[in-house]
């Protein structure tokens, strides 16, 4: 089977309607959001339950009762969390456009930042990429992170700070004290930077006296 690309999504001259915004820690996220002004607020999100993934958009407007979007994508074998947070941003973007009279500014909030950096290329890829370093495999999650051979330095790395845990997909992806150290792989591995550029770690917040 062959699949057709459109070269790019648009002219590279096009500005860009929408600006982005990713702030360096969830405290100053929260602060932003507390002073929030917009009439018209959306709110993107994904979800993985029960194995499968969905995504979700609602739309608050000030006096209208709130509009929903949801979709579910299938199962975690077919689909990531990634790629819902991008179909979540398409529902947001629907509710925006089948708005009435609509008011701006407005915002989309979501809390994942490949998904808003990758908003902003206007270059199109390949739905089924193979691992540059692994002849005839795809680049999957779960290749990337636990078996591509190139990454072995990095992967001890991670190994040594998380233990046996560091070969366990769903603690990687789910646990709140592995984020840092996955973060700090991807990172390393400089895989993910012409994209995305390198990733931000959030502060740790210092222990109340």
Known sequence: MIETLIPARCSPSTKCPYKTHITVSRDEAKNEHMHLT????????????????????????????????????????????????????????KLISTERHLSFPLSISIDNQAALKSSENTYTMSGTMLCPHCPQVIETVHHFLLECRH???????????????????????????AIPHLIQFINSTKRLAPIFGEFRLSKPKPPER
């Open 38 to 93: 917009d009439q018209i607020q959306v709110y993107s999100d994904s979800s993985g339950l029960d194995g499968k993934i969905g995504a979700v958009a609602i739309l608050f407007r000030a006096g209208a009762h709130p509009r929903v979007l949801k979709y579910h994508l299938g199962t975690d074998k077919e689909h990531t969390l990634y790629e819902a947070e991008t179909v979540s941003l398409t529902l947001a973007a």
């Open 151 to 177: 990454y072995r330095a990095e992967r001890r790395i991670l190994s040594v700070a998380l233990g046996r845990q560091a070969t366990s997909m769903q603690y990687l992806l789910t646990c709140e004290e």
